[in-house]
């Protein structure tokens, strides 16, 4: 089992080095996972991701049980890992501590969808969990669940931010435009509220998103 994911760990690692580049990673606060058949592979506990190699990571199975790698795996690996169990989309997870995101978090309020690339890629309003001291890991587990919901995105009270996708180059994106929703949030909260899409909307969105995006439906639809 060792080598048999190889191609999936490199890219894990590289999200994690581009997750640092944008400045969503800081330190080693940050850790990604990616669904794997036998469950699910985990960014280790404390290791600098320019330090990061494969073997590094660590496979573990949906109950908790470590699979593979030498070291231990994220402290948050709870939480990538009842995400995973509860959401068969999903195919990985992003959990980060940007800026902008972490600042709604601490105001402990959701972020609307209030741009159409937040209703695509994220399918509705981003919840933020109350607050659950970091070291409690079962039980901000079980708040992140349910607090997420059916949408690709979570704050995390006083803490950052759980971002989600079919793959991880779909969890960066979502990661991306969370930060941004977030970041265009606190900008236009100096003039005031901002009006969200109607429900409706969000939904044709995200449909058109799964199912149109890219296809000529598209493009009719828009006609
Ligand atoms: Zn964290």
Not at 105 to 112: K, T, Y
Request: proline content about 5%; some cysteine; overall charge negative.
């Amino acid at each position: 089992m060792g080598t048999s994911h190889e191609a999936l760990k490199h890219s894990i690692i590289e999200t994690c080095l581009r997750l640092e580049a944008a400045g969503y990673f800081v330190s080693t606060w940050g850790n990604v996972s990616a669904r794997v058949p036998e469950g699910f592979i985990v960014t280790p506990s404390r290791i600098q991701y320019d330090l990061m190699t494969p073997d590094d990571l660590v496979t573990v199975s949906p109950e908790g049980a470590v699979l593979d790698g030498r070291r231990l795996p994220s402290s948050e690996a709870e939480v990538h890992r009842l995400v995973l169990n509860a959401r068969d989309d999903v195919g990985a997870v992003i959990h980060s501590h940007s800026s902008c995101a972490t600042a709604v978090a601490c105001l402990q309020r959701p972020i609307p969808p209030f741009v159409e690339d937040l209703a695509q890629i994220v399918g509705g309003a981003i919840n933020c969990t109350r607050y659950v001291p970091g070291s409690h890991h079962s039980e901000l587990a079980e708040e992140v669940v349910a607090r997420l919901g059916e949408v690709n995105a979570v704050l995390l009270a006083n803490h950052g931010v759980l971002c989600c996708g079919r793959d991880l180059a779909e969890a960066f994106v979502t990661s991306q435009i969370v930060e941004r929703a977030a970041f265009m949030m606190l900008s236009a909260a100096s003039i005031g509220p901002v009006t969200v899409i109607p429900p409706q909307e969000v939904e044709a969105e995200r449909h058109r998103f799964l199912y149109k995006y890219g296809t000529k439906d598209d493009f009719d639809e828009a006609e």
